[in-house]
């Protein structure tokens, strides 16, 4: 179980990587309109905090694992 938890927080972690980038660079159009880069931006900010968020429930998970694991072995 530990090392699928560990499989996702690294995958959530490239996400969020990808999808704060996205949010740096904008739109990936040649020319993009203002109001394309607005939306596509606040795309990458919500998918942003989403991936973020879940980050932050696998490591609490990974967490109360190692917790557990260290209990049983006292």
Not at 21 to 28: C, K, M, P, Q, V
Not at 48 to 62: C, P, S
């Amino acid at each position: 179980m530990r090392i699928l938890l560990w499989c996702v927080a690294v995958l959530l972690l490239l996400l969020m990587l990808l999808s704060g980038a996205g949010f740096l660079h904008g739109s990936l159009e040649l020319f993009p309109t203002e109001e394309q880069q607005r939306q596509v931006r606040w795309v990458y900010g919500v998918a942003f905090v989403g991936f973020a968020t879940l980050e932050l429930l696998v490591a609490m998970g990974l967490w109360r694992e190692r917790r557990v694991i260290r209990a049983v072995r006292r």
